[in-house]
């Protein structure tokens, strides 16, 4: 039986926001500096956006995108996660959440978006299907599809065991896939596609070695 969620809330990525995103570690760099972060934002048609992630921005296909320094633009040796979904997981062991979900405010807030709708109630069957169309996407702007598909582990994130998919380029590892929202709130879980330097963690393991790959996936998604 599909495991319930409260609510899902999602945005489309297409190629075009793909192209835009694994690019960010090799356009020219912007320094650390927020006047000429801010500069480079008003370029793009990007925003500034602090209430759903911190210190993230709003790109001007209406997705998340989160850095662990100032700057996404250039600084190759970065992580950068782009957030195109987000999932407000049902507890089971819970029962203020199941029967009283607090949260709703929150997930109306991922909701307004640009280009954004969502579910409620939704279902794994629903986060699959989102995470399925983006790995699409990915697939097309890198022409090939993913190396590694593994189900999520309870200990990357809240909710159903959702699909892990991993590509890589020459520099960088790329993960679709759930991961934990490190946000205001620490309860619901984004959807999102991380690019994180190769060197983040070891050689991407065997797809036989599940413990493995949970770990390098741990290793290039969380902060």
Known sequence: MPIAVHALAHGPLT?????EFVALPS?????????????EVRRRGWGWQHALVCDSFL?????IVCTDGISPFGQADARRFLVFGEVYPVDPEDDEMVNGPCLYGLMDEWQRLPGWNGL???????????LARAAQAVTEHLGAGPERMIPSSESLAAGPPLTHRVWRTATHALVLGPAPDNGPYGYLTHLQLSSTPLDC????????????LTKWISTHIDW
Request: proline content about 15%.
């Open 59 to 63: 790109t001007g296909h209406g997705h």
């Open 15 to 19: 190629t075009d926001a793909v192209a």
């Open 120 to 130: 409620r109630p939704g279902t794994d069957r629903d986060c699959e299907a989102v």
């Open 27 to 39: 356009v020219p760099p912007v320094p650390d500096d927020v006047d000429a972060v801010d500069e």
């Open 201 to 212: 963690g070891p050689d991407l393991p065997p797809a036989d070695d599940t413990d493995g």
